[in-house]
């Protein structure tokens, strides 16, 4: 039995944090796991820069409303979810998450959480597991899944790799030049169809 | 974090066996794990029913199509599913569970699938793992969630004892009188309610 499982940001919406920083107008904050693989060390720096300026959960969750999957990620996701299992599996927090995947239709997603004060400063988050990815792949294959992954970023490789096909979307070129053994695709249409092949 | 983790038939729609039972005019099959614990003899007695009658996937996938989920339960599952994460974990199988998944919105569901010939002949059917409940809830629990399940029947004790909160819905007499210690509801509301607190 298969499970398709697929990463958020840059796969089925935009980056959180890149919409944030145009929002907020502080270009730091487009620093994403693209650029800085060691998550633990991007998120303290990112509440880091949030605390100077002043910001909290309610500002970010108002960019985020405004935020629209991107464009043929419902469809695409819609079709998939008639043909097998789709977990998404995200870095994001629960607090983040929540108003894409009404705008998504609601798929089952496994990410984290922020600690967030009384005030709305986020003053910590908490990983749900550690390596989650990975983590959550091996998890879903110790129950009898065959698993399909896709992402973006240097945080989705290694379920990438652990699982039975696996295909880099919309990723950058160092990536796609430093995994050439992995198949690179820029559209949905065609992240369907080498799913659909590997089902 | 929290994951619930549902129980499908009985809970959100109605026993397919029980309906393929009655609108075969078979009245053995009606037999289900409410009365049979031991799953595996089940289904092996089930499908050599279905041979001696001569039925097969097509016969009761027929059956299923016309089959709604219980009422209010659509909107029971929309709501649970704004709140938190949901996984139904079933006993049934891809091949049955596919159209009532999207009458239920394609909400994610964890289950078996059968072996089928090209006849359309049932052959067998392959389990996704061991005690597929319990097992399911303990990979949940360790890639970080904390469980609260709900089911009906014997083969949902396991995942319901198991997990943070768990709570009988729509049971038999007998499973509610032998295990007075487990939350039993017989309406939506409630059974939302108890979830809620327990998030």
Redesign the interface.
């Known amino acids: 039995?298969n499970i398709v499982c697929l990463d958020l940001e840059g796969v089925l919406v935009p980056e959180i944090w890149i919409a944030f920083a145009e929002e907020s107008g502080i270009p730091e904050l487009k620093r994403t796991t693209r650029d800085e693989p060691d998550y633990d060390k991007l998120m303290h720096w990112r509440l880091g820069i949030l605390k100077e300026h002043g910001l909290g959960l309610k500002e970010i969750q108002e960019t985020i409303s405004k935020i629209e999957p991107l464009e043929g990620a419902k469809a695409f996701l819609?079709k998939l979810?008639?043909l097998t299992?789709?977990?998404i599996i995200s870095d994001t927090f629960?607090q983040f998450a929540g108003p894409l995947m009404?705008k998504l239709?609601?798929?089952?997603?496994?990410c984290?959480?922020l600690e967030v004060a009384p005030d709305g400063e986020i003053t910590g988050f908490?990983?749900?597991?550690e390596n989650?990815k990975l983590?959550?792949v091996k998890?879903?294959q110790?129950?009898?899944?065959d698993t399909i992954a896709s992402g973006d970023s240097h945080n989705d490789l290694a379920m990438i790799q652990a699982s039975k096909a696996g295909f880099l979307f919309r990723s950058t070129e160092q990536i796609k030049k430093d995994y050439p053994e992995l198949p690179a695709f820029e559209s949905y249409d065609d992240l369907l169809h080498a799913i659909q092949q590997a089902l």
Do not use: H, W
């Open positions: 039995m819609d979810r008639e299992q789709v977990i629960t009404k239709g609601y798929p089952t997603i496994f984290n959480s908490k990983m749900r597991c989650s983590t959550t998890a879903l110790s129950i009898g899944y």
